[in-house]
Every structure is written in C-alpha cells, then in structure tokens.
C-alpha cells in the first residue's frame, strides 16, 4: 500500500495557502518552484516540524498560522522528518559515532573497563572514607593521587605496591586530609609569617621530644605507637615476653611488659611534650594568626592533633605519607583494584589493535563518499578509529590532498584551513558528507522517515553534481528501506535528471505556483519534462501548439542548416520564420500557408493541421493569445510561448510605427528588438510610462521566443498571471 502525504499548511514563512496529498507509488517526490514561490518555505516549515517548533509568518506573525502535515493519515512525528538544506557549514551529524560501534569489540573493552572501575569504586570510597571527605562524597581522588606520586593514576597505584607492602600502619592513617589539605589553610600556611611560626614550633617540639626518656626526633610517640601496635598484634606480651625503654641521658632502662603498659607510657610522654609549657607558648603563637572565621575547622583540628603541627614543616611529604597511610588502610581494595588493571591490559592491547584494524560502518560511508565524489582534490580517511569505537571519542577524519606526487594531510582540527582553500562546490562536498552518515544510520535503524532535499545539487559542478543524484538513487531505490523523499529544485535541468533517472518519475514530479486560491502542484507529464515539443504532434490543430511550434522551427533550422548558407546569405525559411516571431515590414503579409511551406520541408513526418491557409500568422497568433487569457495557471507551456510571442509581436509593431512617425525611413530589417527599443527611448524619452512597460516586455519575453529543447526553464518559471496581465497591458496601451 502506498504511502500518502497530506499537507495543509496556512501562512507559514510566507506560504498563504498550501493544500496537496503526495501518494507515494514510488519513493521520490520531486517539487519543481521557480524562486520565490515556496521551496525554501516548505524546507524551514519541516525544519521547524522536525524540531519540535511551530512555524510561522515572519512578515505577519500576528497571522495564526496552520501546519497539519499527517502521513498514512497520523500526524507526522518529528523524528520522522530530515531536512537537507542546499548547504548549512553548521551542520555536524550526532549519528557519526554510532556509526563506528562493533558491538563485540566494544562489549569486551567495556567489560574489562567495568570490572576495572567497580574495582575503583571501592578503592575510592575506601580512601575518601580515610582521608575525611566521607564515602558518600564525590571527590575526584584521581588528581590528588597524580599530583602526590607523580604519576598518572592507574601508574602512580602499580609504582607503589612494593613499598606499600613493606609498610606498616600508624596513627597517620586516621589525619583528616580534607580538613589539613583545605586549599585555604594550604593558602594560610604558605604565607612568610605563618611559616616561620610553624618553624618555630616545631623546633621547640623537638627539643622537648629529645629530653624524654623514651623519644627522639627521628622515634616519635607516634613511631611509638606503631610498634606497640605490631607487639599487640603478635601477641608479644601475651607470650611472657617485655621490652626495655632506655633513657639516653641516665642509661637507665625502664622494663615494660604488657600492652596496656605500653600504651600507658606512650600517651604519658605525648601529654608531656604538648603540655610543655614553651611547645604551648609556641603553639598559642601559631594559633594566634588563626583569625580567618573560614579557618575555625582547622582550628580546632590542629589544636587537638598538636603533635601533626611539626610535620606541616614538609607540606608535600605528609602529603605523601598520609596517602600511603590511607592506601594501607584500604589494602585489600588497593589490591583487588591492581590485580584487575594488570589483568585487562593485555586484553585491553589485543581489544585496540583489532579495532584500529576493523572495518566498520564509518569506513563504508567514507569509501562511499570517495568513489561518488571523484572530480574532488581530496580523498579521506578515517582516523582515531579505535578511540571512536572504544571510547566514544569524537571520530575524526584526514583530508588528504594529492597532486604531482605531493601529499598534504588536514587533520579534523584543520577543516576550516581546508575549506577556505576549497571552491564552494567543493566544500559543498563536504556537507554531503555529514548527510551521508545520517542517511547510513537511518537506513541502519529502519527508521521511518521523510527526507525533504532543498536543492541539494545547488553550487556543484556538473561533475558532482551526478555524485548528489547518484546518492539520491541510493535513498529511493535501496530496497528494505522506510524512507519516502521530497526534492525541492529551482533547476529544470535538475528535473529533468530526477525524472530520467526514475528518482522521482514523472508522475511524482509538481510543477509549483502562486494563485488566487494559494499555492498549487501541478502534475507534470513526462512529455511535459523530457520531451514536450514531441507530444505537440498529435496536437497541432490546437491554435497555441501551432504557434509555439514557430520558435522550435526555427531553432531545429538553425541547428541543423544554419541561419545561413555557405556564402553567408541568409537562410530563406530561417528569415521566414523570423519575421513570423518579430515584426519586420513583411510580417503582416505573412499567411499561415508560407507557415506550412516552411513547416513541411522541415518536418516531414508531421502533418501539418486543417487551418484556413488564407489567415495571416499575425491574426492567427493575436487571436491565439486573447483565448489564452482565459487558460487557469499551470505548467502551459504552449500557452506561455503564444503569449510571449504575441506580447513581443505588438510590442515593436507599436515602436516602429512610433519611430517611423519621426523618421519615415527608418529600416528594422536588420534590427534587434534591443536596438528598437534604445531608438525608441532615444525619440521619445518623455514617454515614461510607454517605456516602462517596453522594458518589462524586453525582460520577460526573450528568453520565452528564443526556444530550443535544451532550455525552457525561465518559461515555466513564469507565472500564467503574470504574462496574462502584461499582454492584457500591452494590448491596451501600445495602441
């Protein structure tokens, strides 16, 4: 069942009044509009559709406007609607990654990616537990584990598994990093003041350390408290044993033979040292610059963990050793997270050397790209192909530029370099390109959709030009396909093409134009777009045919014998025809007979109709033209060529009896419509208003006479109306 498109559409970007249903027997549509009309109006109504937005009248937006557009009678959906302007240098596809997915490859990478970062997540909770931020932060620890080891970060954790091994835990492990390592208080201790009281501090600390029985300044309470720590784990005083503190000064030693013991002396000489009265006295110096109300957490912090003030005097290795201490704190995480890394290396290398070497959907488009574009200076290649599979990465692409055995490679990040040294057509190219890749993933997906082309084929070359339709077959001819094309063109040219190529057949091809009632599509023939003059044989007898059959003679003439002979005479039947399109002294004698003679010896497989031979051509193509006054607006390509003919006959009949009124012998054998009219300015150049409407006859009708089967655009581009009205003009003022 063929799928139909209804449109209803009501002052949107100028369009007044559209109503059509396109039925979709195949899938191209092609919409011939001369400019102006509303090609680029429909292109931004579906724009707008296919995001989400409401059309509009920019010139009116007080005007309500309408926009039904429904498909097998359901309202069109936005994702559904693809619009490709003629060329948009903005426009990026947000399919390209999709198009470089290997599901197997991708799937592995992200497994073994997974089971690394569940690993990390545990490690990480743990440290930020350890360090004080709390396990339900979201700290990132990556920097601060870089920034500490010098390393990157999966790196910086392998470096340091053996002496992480070899070391043994301490009070260090429970400082509060967020609170000592606040970059404020990092600010605050960095000054010259507050550094020298720190200095200071610590060494009053040390001289009171040296003077205790049991701790040295390089044997702290802390040092202590580690190996009563590890005797308490190996059941040291459990088993009978004790342990001599040996004071440095008496010699004498002081016998300790359990834990608790212990644990008893070594908070005893801690108070001792802080209590001290010059370590306090110090230290109420230090805290006296502590005035920042944003410092109060440190504050407080540092005034129940006096002993870590000394150790701010190396701020980058407490760093150190604190992170080393919440590491060995979170040993079996630390553990499981480097076992994993280890193990997914090798894998992960073999994983990446297969996705750099794999051709996927992003090669197939760009090959595609360079066997379609040939007459371009530059090929692509595809690069960072494992990144964009992998990882996601943005894909990128090498342009590559070859001529004379020299090589020039543009990276991605170069493209607007590359373009400024591109023609349009080419950089134009490069647009298609990114459409491409849309097209690819669409037809990927099956997704349904509604393609509108804007004259896509604008600013190419011929030879590229054959590259854009070859890649609009490729979007309505692929079958398994759910898409439905709409191709807007100004181009005849481009129709023709369209049509021919069975893009879009004849019978889906509209001739678009203004009326009364809005704007209408008109169906085409296909005679009407690949050979219209041949379907004009059966319908000679029609008073409009025959007389638009005078311009295609005479050209059929001029192409095959020349308008004139070998001497250089000129071409009788030529000249004939000539003055039978404009009008020179013999023109009025002229009967349709010396029409037939010339018609017959030309065409001899046409018969020519039965008309009154006796009538001039002049009446004839005068009386023709009155009746296609009355003709609706359509494609009316024999009555456009009547009219134009007929408005140009009365036209210089009106300027040269003008002129012949001031110069009696005034000769137009041999004169050009052009040269008629600047003598006719020349004479009467106060006769505004005549010369006004002369020279809307010189710009619209040449164009219209000088027929040939090549090229007869700028007349279909010509509305009905307007040529009604412009003979109706000259029929009533070149009197």
């Known amino acids: 069942m063929a799928d139909k498109l209804n449109i209803n559409l009501r002052y949107c970007y100028g369009i007044g009044k559209l109503e059509a249903e396109l039925e979709f027997k195949h899938k191209g549509y092609a919409i011939y509009a001369p400019n102006g009309v509303m090609k680029t109006s429909l292109a931004k109504t579906m724009m707008d559709l296919s995001e989400g937005n409401s059309p509009k009248d920019l010139h009116f937006p007080n005007r309500e406007p309408t926009c039904e557009i429904t498909l097998n009678g359901e309202a069109i959906k936005k994702e559904e609607i693809f619009v490709v302007k003629s060329y948009d240098d903005k426009f990026s596809s947000s399919q390209v990654s999709t198009?470089?997915?290997?599901?197997?490859?991708?799937?592995?990478?992200?497994?073994?990616?997974?089971?690394?970062?569940?690993?990390?997540k545990a490690l990480d909770k743990a440290l930020r537990n350890a360090a004080g931020f709390g396990e339900r932060s979201r700290e990132n620890l990556d920097p601060i584990i870089e920034d500490v080891f010098g390393r990157s970060y999966y790196e910086a954790l392998s470096a340091i598994e053996d002496e992480l091994n070899e070391l043994h835990q301490s009070d260090l492990g429970k400082a509060d990093y967020r609170i000592l390592y606040d970059p404020k208080v990092q600010q605050f201790l960095a000054s010259e003041d507050v550094a020298a009281a720190v200095e200071d501090f610590a060494q009053k600390y040390d001289e009171i350390t040296e003077q205790s029985p049991i701790l040295r300044r390089d044997f702290q309470y802390h040092n202590v408290a580690q190996v009563q720590q590890q005797l308490e784990a190996n059941n040291f005083f459990n088993a009978g044993h004790s342990i001599s503190l040996a004071d440095e000064k008496t010699d004498q030693k002081e016998e300790v033979s359990s834990d608790q013991s212990l644990r008893e002396r070594i908070e005893e000489e801690k108070l001792r040292v802080l209590n001290d009265k010059a370590v306090a006295k110090k230290f109420d110096t230090f805290n006296s610059k502590l005035k920042n109300k944003e410092l109060q957490a440190f504050r407080d912090y540092i005034t129940d963990n006096k002993h870590l003030l000394p150790m701010l005097n190396d701020r980058e290795g407490l760093k150190r050793d604190l992170w080393m201490q919440y590491l060995r704190a979170a040993l079996d995480e630390y553990k499981a997270l480097v076992s994993e890394y280890r193990a997914g290396q090798s894998a992960l290398a073999e994983i990446i050397a297969d996705a750099d070497s794999s051709r996927g959907d992003w090669d197939a488009v760009v090959a595609d790209?360079?066997?379609?574009?040939?007459?371009?200076?530059?090929e692509l290649s595809v690069e960072n192909k494992a990144d964009a599979i992998l990882k996601g990465s943005a894909p990128s692409i090498a342009f590559i530029i070859k001529d004379s055995g020299e090589e020039r490679r543009y990276a991605s990040s170069e493209k607007q370099e590359l373009l400024r040294a591109l023609s349009t057509g080419e950089s134009r190219a490069l647009y298609i390109l990114d459409i491409m890749y849309e097209v690819f993933v669409r037809w990927k997906n099956r997704t349904k959709t509604l393609f509108v082309f804007d004259d896509i084929s604008d600013s190419f070359d011929y030879k590229n030009k054959f590259a854009i339709i070859d890649f609009l077959e490729d979007v309505t001819k692929t079958e398994d396909t759910n898409f439905l094309a709409i191709v807007l063109t100004h181009n005849f040219d481009f129709l023709r093409t369209v049509s021919s190529r069975d893009i879009c057949p004849a019978h889906q091809c509209r001739l678009a134009f203004r009326s009364d009632d809005g704007i209408k599509l008109e169906p085409f023939e296909r005679t009407d777009i690949q050979s219209p003059f041949r379907k004009w044989q059966g319908r000679l007898a029609e008073p409009s045919v025959l007389i638009a059959y005078i311009p295609f003679l005479r050209n059929l003439i001029e192409y095959t014998l020349g308008p004139k002979d070998a001497d250089g005479n000129p071409n009788a039947d030529y000249l004939q025809l000539t003055r039978m399109l404009h009008f020179k002294d013999e023109t009025e004698a002229l009967t349709i007979e010396d029409y037939k003679d010339v018609f017959e010896r030309h065409l001899a497989g046409c018969t020519f109709p039965d008309v009154d031979l006796t009538q001039p051509v002049i009446e004839h193509?005068?009386?023709?033209?009155?009746?296609?006054?009355?003709?609706?607006?359509?494609?009316?390509?024999?009555?456009?060529?009547?009219?134009?003919?007929?408005?140009?006959?009365?036209?210089?009949?009106?300027?040269?009896?003008?002129?012949?009124?001031?110069?009696?012998?005034?000769?137009?054998?041999n004169k050009q419509t052009g040269k008629i009219f600047q003598k006719f300015k020349d004479l009467f150049n106060n006769e505004a208003e005549k010369i006004g409407l002369l020279r809307r006859v010189n710009l619209i009708t040449p164009a219209n006479i000088h027929l040939n089967s090549f090229m007869y655009e700028p007349i279909l581009d010509m509305g009905m109306a307007e040529l009604v009205t412009l003979y109706q003009n000259v029929k009533s003022d070149l009197n």
């Open 99 to 120: 198009l470089l997915a290997n599901a197997e490859l991708r799937a592995k990478y992200e497994g073994i990616h997974q089971s690394i970062g569940e690993a990390k």
């Open 369 to 378: 790209f360079n066997r379609r574009f040939l007459y371009l200076p530059f």
């Open 621 to 669: 193509l005068f009386a023709t033209a009155d009746e296609c006054e009355k003709v609706a607006d359509g494609i009316n390509l024999e009555h456009k060529i009547a009219l134009s003919i007929a408005i140009r006959m009365r036209a210089e009949r009106y300027m040269v009896a003008k002129i012949r009124s001031a110069e009696a012998e005034y000769d137009v054998s």
